[in-house]
């Protein structure tokens, strides 16, 4: 009882000062002690598979191919006893580079990557296109894109589902 008490405080401190460091140095990964900062043009993120109702562990014969040839720009990590790629990929916005690199996995490996490792999705962050904000939506976006399909939902239903749930968007904003 104690001992999960302090667990999940250890976790609660680690999520906090994980918030800090990214408002503070931004996407940039630590290497050495210092921020790197990303190129232009260039995002990074962390990939899960951690599938819904699904005890996947990182030892799974199912990303042996993955784990022999990351995608390009990705290195092969295990995250909390499951299967991620640490990423820096090419994208003018974070969801484009996510996106990209999902659907390689998919179409390359039949898996859908589900987890951008965000875990308190009511936090929020209006830090533009490429910051932590970006990375709750994309994580509320993948749940969906996984989700969905479950319950009889197909992609075109998530889309006009989108569509028609955020109208037609204050002036200035742009729709493919």
Do not use: N
Request: include cysteine; aromatic fraction near 8%; hydrophobic fraction near 40%.
């Amino acid at each position: 009882m104690i001992g999960d008490a302090a667990a999940e405080w250890g976790f609660e401190l680690g999520w906090k000062l994980r918030g800090l460091e990214h408002a503070l140095l931004g996407s940039g990964w630590k290497r050495d002690g210092r921020p790197v900062p990303s190129a232009s043009g260039v995002q990074r993120f962390t990939l899960i598979h951690w599938p819904v109702g699904e005890d996947t562990r990182f030892e799974d014969a199912r990303y042996d191919g993955l784990k022999k040839r990351p995608p390009q720009g990705c290195e092969v990590e295990e995250i909390g006893g499951r299967f991620g790629l640490r990423c820096e990929r090419p994208g003018a916005r974070l969801l484009e580079a996510v996106a990209e690199l999902c659907g390689e996995v998919r179409a390359g490996h039949g898996l859908l990557m589900t987890d951008l490792g965000v875990e308190k999705l009511w936090e929020w962050s209006a830090d533009g296109t490429d910051g932590w904000g970006a990375e709750i939506v994309g994580q509320l976006l993948l749940m969906a894109a996984e989700r969905g399909p479950r319950l009889g939902y197909g992609v075109d239903d998530l889309v006009r589902f989108l569509r028609t749930a955020a109208g037609p968007g204050p002036a200035g904003v742009v729709r493919p």
